[in-house]
């Protein structure tokens, strides 16, 4: 025991403790993730309880735990909000009589107040109305749905109609506030033509408005009544009905397309229900319009140091101060670039171009507030030491042979590098850029602070003129994260929506730091032996 | 090769090697550039105040009079004027012309016996007969179709009191009208007594108006004569002082009564008190001494009883030379301009004991805008000077910001951070050391709990474990490096926080659990290391054996504490906690957040102690080992000395993350900045607070430029850090290149 101890073997074995604490913790926080994340959108059963108190609950089980007591109870997504309230009930087992599984159960997702879960007891349609038989019901239903899907249609025209009539006027608007702010005579041609194009505008307006006026009015005509699980009854218009489904009368197959499904819409949907429920695509093509920005500024900048530092500096004092000032820049805290970003890149930056391009807009600013363009550049400064010491690593691990050959057989050093050094360091750069891609997807502090929103109005890409429009806001799938988890009313009900963002962004992050980390792997063994 | 081909050559070569070296020396201007415009959006804060004498000008004929009051508007452009006789006489303050002029009806023709001013823009009137008028001055602009501002002055007389049987006999008298229609009017009778009238006027549902009058007399005796009297703006609160140096205040509250809560002595060796004012908020009184000296006073919460507040001297201000003749007080912040019977005038800040600015000529009467930023007087040759006062940030100074300061509300001078409050009259509290205290709070736990994990880990990892695992291990480091602060915040603030909560003693447990199970396991294993091969088969292999260990260890933990927690704390840890430690739980608490900062920083920490233990030349290793001594003798003797820098460096570098890291903070602490070393409870970083209120923060405001200061003191703070720790790594990187 002594000599064991002496040995010192104890504490080999301690240190491996702290090793395998480590990895313990890596693996369960994705795990924790992935579990959560993962199941969000496999239909659930729904389970409908008699209690023993006479009360009749349905609903999905979420939760199942020990309270204080050390008695076990149910967590239960009940649904029906404006029914109850509440979308989640805690129940004792204890108090269940029985469970039963009923087949003819429906859950419809629905445009406002989350999901109802009942029964299908009636539906209304110009066409047909259907009270009884529960086959005929759902033949009915399938009917009405199928029949509403021409109005459907001439809605989403008249809300695009809309939006464009929408901007065509703002833009009016702009030109005769930009002209008036010239102190232009109000009978001068260009204004008169304004004006009167505003006019014809606001007309059109007005009869696009009445359509849909009228188009509402039709679709209220398809409806259906449910029933709740203690036989209340709810009227649901089939325009609100995003999805319906009978999850205890599924197979296997259903579920699956049911799954795959509700993963298209969180691709290419916009959220619904403050941000809780639908999908995500503005956040992702936030996030991903984001990085590619961040990287035009980044990537450049950062690449050209690297070459400096290890190709072109005389090693002295200016190297050592360089290498300490992007030591400094991977340091400095991310809210600090984030206010930077305010104070240079906004209020500075973006004050001055409001100032001399759009004073006819102030004191509305139009870059003088956060915007995609300056969280980009914000987040590109943020970026760069990462592809600097990437680019570093990578023309370091060239043979110095390679370099002396090309110099000796006459060709310039912006020759070597453009040729010979660049071209095998590419995939070490390339590792670079992946990582400080992954870096910039993952930040959210200073979004915060330059322009990300929970729900922008449009995206920063659009077919209208000049199709690119870096002045606006933005959504994140990170800042997403942070705004449900953190800033939504119902936290309980906007969990599964956080895990499966969550898991989202992380696959992102982790896909691109695993192809990054693999290339350096690659690279390194490509010139380990020629190194030595 | 044809010469032209290779000038060209060369050319771009040279051009190449000019841009490539400056974009390399741009990095050097990144860092620069972004703690030169962080500092100067923060030096406004400190900069004193600036006083600009802008206009001086001779008073108009027109005014007959002695002039007693004199006031201007907040744009610098209007001014007015009231004299013995009467009169208010609206000027131009650019060319000193007369606007308009009028006179203000008293109940007959007298002059003016007392003025007294209030709200920078209400006067009461006591006229030569004794009736009493009040009157309020306004300004207000005009844009004309141009857009052009002018300004409209005018007066309206709010009301009028009809002169008292007894004229001679009256003092003094004040008079305030509250938000819910309450005229209080009280009289100092030349007999030391005092008189207060409450003229309550109450609307019903029908719109009736009634009236009601209330009448109360103060006969007692008073310590001294009575030489001024203040009054709150809503009329709540009456002070007298008197001629030798006492001051009384009353609470006026009630319609038909008074109560006297407080008689002190304001003053040293019965000094008199020359004037009373009241500071913006009403909660603290100016005394004025006949000797010139200036201090603020306010209620306090008596140490021995609680619910009785006595009055206490709280700040001394800029003492005069003579007496103090008026005290007038900012209606934007806590700025006291006082003037003495000299004629000079002071400004000096409450709260920070700032004195702002002395203006040393001498003035008869002075008067400061609405919007405190500007200060007009009258001097003995009837010319009306005006300055221009630029104290944007009066909230902030180095005292206030950094050091202990009494607040009005406070019971003793504190260092309080909160930034924003629900009335408009209490200041912002500045102080950035309680965000300094969390974020270094938060920081050292997270450092207790990652720092032996990082290098411990990063040892085994580079000197005991066989060379197949150590692959396999980094990518997972890089796994948790990559892994995006938000979800970290998320995970540990949703996830980890409600079943640290549930089961905080269990974690409690499995401290002890853990070691023990770790001991056993050791003692059990220490007979089989006789045999060569057993140990040539683990060696490399321990940190997977001891993963069982520790899930074993936890499940017992789990298992256990309940049973101790009835035994030990009568089934509650958390009411324990509190009731005998006086420790109150959060949710949201230091455990939470050194598990996430951990997260952030271990990587960190992990990777470069791993670069700086695999740079140690071999050969140390190998002669260490050829020696006799055993792996962990040549790690705990050879390996970690020599590697000591690189690992300080790895730990301050890690430092610096945790210092800065913002989402985790922000999402898993209350955001509460507090001072208080507890474990079980949150605090408030740097980081997060700057996360938190700037939306909040217009631009160019005081909040706005002192989140600017907590990111210049993070950026200082990470600077030197990260600098020192960039040296340290520079130095070894020379130490071991000889090798």
Known sequence: MKKFVRRGEPFVWATGMTLSIIITMTVLLLYVVIANGIGVFWPQKLVQLSLNDGRVVLGEITKEEKDGNNVSRLQLKIGNREINGLDFTWISEPDIRSRSYPADLYVIERQENGNFYGTLAEVHSPEITVAEGQGTLVSALGKARHNLQPLLMTKQQISRKIGALNLALEKVNQKLAGYRYQHMDEKDKRIITLVDAETKLKTQFATLVDGGKQNTEELAAYYAIFKTADGKESTVRLADMVRLYQPNRMGLFAKIRHYADKLVELFIADPRESNTEGGLFPAIF???????????????????????????????????????????????????????????????IGGALDQFFFPERLPTPTFGTGGILWASLTLGLLTVPVVIVATEEALGS????????????????FQTLTRLLLPMASPGIMTGFILAMARAAGEVAPLMITGVVKLAPSLPIDGQFPYFHLNRKFMHLGFHIYDIGFQSPNVEAAKPMVYVTTLLLILIVLSMCSVAIYLRNKMRARYAIADV | MDNKFLQRVRRKDKIAKTFIQVCGIMVIVCVFAILALIVKVTLPLLSPSKITDAQKVALSAQVSGTPLAIGIDSYGEALHLIDQEG???????????????????????????????????FYNILWQDSSLSMIEVRYQPKFDTEGKRTIEPSFRTIKLWPAL??????????????????????????????????????????????????????????????????????????????????????????????????????????????????VFGGQSLVVGSKSGTVQTWMQVRAEANNAIKKMQMIHVLEPHAAAVSTILSSRRSKTVYSISEAGIIHADHMTSENHLFTIPDAYQVFGISQKDNALIALDSKRFIHIWQIDNPHPEASLKTLFGKVWYEGYNKPEYVWQSSSQSDDAEPKLSLIPLIFGTMKGTLYAMLFSIPLAIFGAVYTSQFTSAKFRKSIKPIIEVMASVPSVVIGFLIALWLAPIVERSLFSLVVALFVVPLLFTLVMVCIQPFYRNRRFVNFLSGYEFLFMLPVLFIGGWLAVRLAPGLESLLFHGNFKLWLYQDMGMRYDQRNCIIIAFGLGICVIPIIFSITEDAISNIPPSLTAASLALGASRWQTVWRVILPSASPGIFAAMIIGFGRAVGETMVVLMATGNTPIMDWSIFNGMRTLSANIAVEIPEAPFGGTLYRVLFLCATVLFALTFVLNTGAEIIREHLRKKYGRY
């Open chain 1, 286 to 348: 936030g996030t991903v319009m984001l990085v590619l920005l961040m990287s035009l500024l980044s990537f450049p900048l950062g690449v050209i140091t690297g070459i400096y530092l290890r190709e072109y500096a005389h090693p002295g004092v200016t190297v050592k101060i360089v290498r300490i000032a992007v030591n400094n820049l991977a340091g400095i805290p991310s809210i600090v670039y984030g206010i930077f970003g305010l104070g240079f890149f906004i209020y500075g």
């Open chain 1, 398 to 413: 060239i043979p110095p042979s390679i370099r002396e050959g090309s110099l000796a057989l006459g060709a310039t050093r």
């Open chain 2, 87 to 121: 009169t208010i006489t609206f000027l131009d303050a650019r060319s000193g012309a007369v606007i308009t002029q009028a006179t203000i009806q008293g109940q007959g023709k007298s002059q003016i016996r007392q003025i007294e001013q209030y709200k920078n823009s």
């Open chain 2, 165 to 278: 049987a007894e004229p001679e006999r009256l003092a003094q008298s004040y008079v305030r009208l509250s938000a819910d229609n309450r005229f209080s009017r009280i009289d100092l009778l030349t007999d030391n007594t005092l008189t207060i009238n409450h003229e309550v006027t109450t609307t019903d549902f029908l719109d009736n108006q009634t009236t009601e009058n209330f009448s109360v007399r103060i006969e007692e005796t008073l310590p001294g004569k009575v030489s001024t009297l203040a009054l709150d703006d809503s009329g709540l609160a009456l002070y007298a002082g008197t001629d030798n140096g006492y001051v009384v205040r009353w609470d006026l509250a009630d319609n038909d009564a008074v109560k006297k809560t407080d008689t002190f002595a304001a003053t040293e060796n019965s000094d008199p008190i020359a004037s009373l004012g009241l």
